[in-house]
């Protein structure tokens, strides 16, 4: 591969939450300069835009030329939306845990491959890249190193991984993010329904928890509660009280199921 001996301009694509949080990480990136938001969603890209400086191309048809076009997108429309740039000078790379670099060769990139954020991300909230892990991956060597150059500038913390190591990553943040955020969302709800209680009062435990979890060697060993004693008279009790939500219930039976499992092979 030749051309580029470091990435210096860089095009995100696409309007999502994604997209926002690298565009203003990007923008505040000393010696790499954003030039645009291209995206199909006008308005929003338009938001993105002024966030990050007030950059923004327009469609994806007219992407700025750029040394790498970050694609973020949802999983479905990376292949779609790489085909669609208007430039080949430059590498792509998409940011998605569960989607193989190859796609992008399919989509016409000689120089493509993966730049992952391991973090949830939300509209209007700031994330500091240096805590964010790097996920990398190129189409070949080269491309690989380039984008390991650019992804030490945003953040300290960087890993080259394959597609399926990638995809096992993202799994992990499945299970550790989106489903407990899920618990928080169901405690809450029961927590008003059943008590006439804010959710305010969930607050302490969660933060809690969440720190054992970063400070202890596994976070299995901050483990508390009836499951992991076995406390069958607590258990049937709080089943009894979910009969009424059997989705609940079931979701309670199982997570029982499985800290009691666990904590005996410890």
């Known amino acids: 591969m030749t051309g580029l001996k470091d990435i210096s301009s860089v095009t995100v694509v696409g309007s999502g939450n994604v997209a926002e949080a690298l565009a203003v990480a990007v923008a505040g990136t000393e010696g790499v300069e954003l030039r645009g938001i291209a995206a199909r969603n006008a308005e929003r890209a338009a938001r993105i835009a002024?966030?990050?400086?007030?950059?923004?191309?327009?469609?994806?048809?007219?992407?700025?030329?750029?040394?790498?076009?970050?694609?973020?997108?949802?999983?479905r429309s990376v292949a779609e939306v790489a085909a669609a740039l208007p430039h080949r000078g430059g590498v792509a790379a998409h940011t998605a845990g569960s989607v193989a670099a190859d796609v992008l060769r399919a989509a016409g990139w000689e120089r493509c491959g993966v730049v992952y954020p391991?973090?949830?991300?939300?509209?209007?909230?700031?994330?500091?890249?240096s805590q964010v892990p790097l996920f990398v991956e190129g189409s070949d060597e080269a491309a690989a190193c380039l984008l390991e150059r650019f992804a030490r500038r945003l953040g300290r913390t960087v890993f080259r991984a394959s597609s399926e190591q990638r995809r096992a990553v993202h799994l992990t943040g499945v299970l550790a993010c989106n489903f407990v955020n899920a618990l928080y969302s169901m405690a809450a709800d029961y927590l008003a329904s059943r008590a006439a209680l804010p959710v305010d009062v969930l607050h302490p435990?969660?933060?809690?928890?969440?720190?054992?979890?970063?400070?202890?060697?596994h976070p299995r060993d901050g483990q508390t509660g009836p499951a992991v004693r076995n406390d069958r008279a607590v258990i049937s009790r709080h089943e009894d009280m979910l009969a009424g939500e059997p989705l609940q219930r079931d979701i309670y039976r199982l997570l029982t199921e499985y800290i009691w499992e666990t904590s005996r092979k410890i």
Do not use: C, H, N
């Not at 007030?54 to 076009?69: F, N, Q, R």
């Open 50 to 75: 002024a966030m990050a400086g007030g950059v923004w191309s327009g469609p994806i048809s007219g992407a700025a030329a750029s040394d790498l076009y970050l694609i973020a997108v949802s999983d």
């Open 118 to 129: 391991f973090q949830t991300f939300t509209a209007g909230r700031r994330v500091d890249f």
């Open 205 to 217: 435990i969660i933060m809690e928890t969440a720190r054992k979890a970063v400070a202890l060697a």
